[in-house]
């Protein structure tokens, strides 16, 4: 895979705490550099990003309930319908994880369900974090995810312990009907963790890394 079709499953952070408005418009300019498939922002970004990635191909996308995942289902709903109203292509939420650790499932399948009418048809990726979970609650978590109408699942948020790993995207893969798509992220740093968790099944990859990536994918392809 060259750098050119990799860039399509990138999707580049930044997320950072200390994260600047400066960092927002180099965020920007890698993106468009890379021509990566979109740029995800906090919510504080979401227009600033929106305005300046306009009519370039790259979405932007906003994350929701971020980093912990700990807001009311009020609230994020109400951080989706702001996102998309400043401009956010796609939304990134972070569901309760003490929430499906406790079994509570209709309280987790009704956040993402807000979340979703929410975001008026834009894609929603929900995020498990799955360094916290048990196989059995990241399996439970797929299930919902897919029977409340997200697009996409995601491992993690890049803040836990550890991120992405081969072995959970290709757990998820098998429990995920093929119409809802996965989306590693957290730890991904080469272009050969990159290529390990497309193989696994990964649609769409999240990173602070991109130019490091991709150089890395461009010379192998020479």
């Known amino acids: 895979m060259n750098a050119t079709q990799l860039a399509r499953h990138l999707e580049h952070a930044v997320l950072a705490p200390q994260a600047t408005d400066q960092d927002l418009v180099e965020g920007v300019r890698q993106a468009l550099r890379w021509g990566v498939r979109s740029l995800v922002v ?3 970004h979401v227009a600033a990003a929106a305005r300046q990635l306009a009519h370039s191909g790259v979405k932007t996308v906003a994350v929701v309930g971020f980093p912990h995942g700990g807001q009311t289902e009020a609230i994020k709903a109400a951080e989706t319908r702001q996102a998309v109203a400043q401009g956010a ?3 990134d939420m972070v569901i309760n994880i003490g929430v499906l650790r406790e ?3 209709g309280a987790v399948f009704s956040e993402i369900r807000s979340v979703v009418d ?3 048809g834009r894609p929603v990726k929900v995020i498990i974090e799955t360094a916290y979970l048990t196989d059995a609650e990241k399996r439970l978590a797929c299930r919902l995810v897919a029977r409340a109408g997200a697009a996409y699942v995601k491992t993690s948020t890049g803040f836990a312990s550890k991120g992405a ?3 959970d995207v290709a757990l ?3 429990i995920l009907p093929r119409s ?3 989306k590693a992220a957290g730890g991904i740093k080469t272009y050969i963790d990159a290529l390990a968790l497309l193989r696994a099944g990964a649609d769409l990859l999240g990173t602070s890394h991109i130019e490091a990536i991709l150089r890395d994918a ?3 392809a020479a």
Request: aromatic letters at 0%; hydrophobic letters at 40%; a positive charge.
């Open 42 to 44: 906090k919510p504080c």
């Open 89 to 91: 292509d796609e939304i």
């Open 103 to 105: 079994r509570q499932t």
């Open 118 to 120: 929410a975001a008026e």
């Open 165 to 167: 790993t081969a072995a």
């Open 172 to 174: 998820m893969r098998r």
């Open 180 to 182: 809802v798509g996965i």
């Open 218 to 220: 461009g010379s192998v």
